[in-house]
């Protein structure tokens, strides 16, 4: 096979058929998201499951996700916690919360998804702490204050999800002006050199094309 954006996603897609399989609450969370116009942007199917499965293997019971979109991974990281659990989602713009909401609710989970709408920087400081998982997939120039808050809101153990650290390899182009792949750059910086994390990355191709995870954890 020749290694091509199209090879990528048939597998990937190949992947998801078998490991994740239909899911009518899902795919109605997205077809709702692509009614409304919002982008198609939200984490592929394998990597939300990836992001349920972290939150079971690490017992997660209180989750943040900072960039709720059309709450997507929101109802996979719901399904995880549990009927006791919580999510926190913080979304800044209203419309994409309120597409948010009806998806979540309709996916059975509504009662553990608490909605704070507003940019993070506003948000973040009105939290109370004790986070297991932070998933950020939000406004990429962020990313370092996000991930400030992320290791002030966790505890030790916390696990710290940082969505798109590949960007079709433009992490490595020195001269880029892209301030998405400025502020990956600056996130993935400090998960190394921060003594609060001990952090890894990995990247991806799929249905996204070339991207990839951080994967951290409070230390
Ligand atoms: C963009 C943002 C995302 O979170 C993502 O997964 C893919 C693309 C973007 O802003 O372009
Ligand atoms: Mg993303």
Redo the contacts with the bound molecule.
């Keep these: 096979m020749e290694s091509t954006p199209a090879a990528w996603a048939h597998a990937d897609a190949y992947l998801a058929d078998l490991l994740v399989g239909h899911d009518p609450e899902l795919e109605a969370a997205l077809a709702a998201q692509h009614d409304a116009g919002l ?1 198609a ?3 592929a199917p394998v990597s939300g499951k990836l992001l349920h499965l972290l939150a079971r293997i690490s017992g997660a019971r209180r989750v943040l996700e900072i ?1 709720t979109l059309g709450g997507y991974s929101t109802i996979w990281l719901a399904r995880a916690v549990g009927p006791e659990g919580r999510v926190v989602t913080v979304e800044a713009e209203p419309g994409n919360a309120a597409v948010a909401r009806a998806s979540i609710d309709a996916a059975g989970v509504g009662d553990r998804v608490d909605i704070r709408i507003g940019r993070g920087a506003e948000v973040l400081p009105t939290l109370v702490g004790g986070f297991d998982l932070v998933f950020i ?4 120039e962020s990313n370092t204050l996000y991930l400030d808050w992320a290791a002030k809101l966790g505890h030790p153990g916390t696990v710290v999800i940082l ?2 650290i590949g960007r079709d390899g433009e992490i490595v182009r020195e001269d880029s002006a892209d301030s ?1 792949v400025l502020g990956t750059r600056e996130g993935l910086r400090m998960l190394g050199e921060d003594p609060r994390f001990d952090a890894t990355a990995l990247q991806t191709v799929g249905v ?1 094309g070339w ?1 990839g995870i951080a994967v951290a954890l409070v230390v």
């Design positions: 982008p942007i939200e984490v960039g997939d939000a406004d990429k969505d798109n998405k996204k991207d």
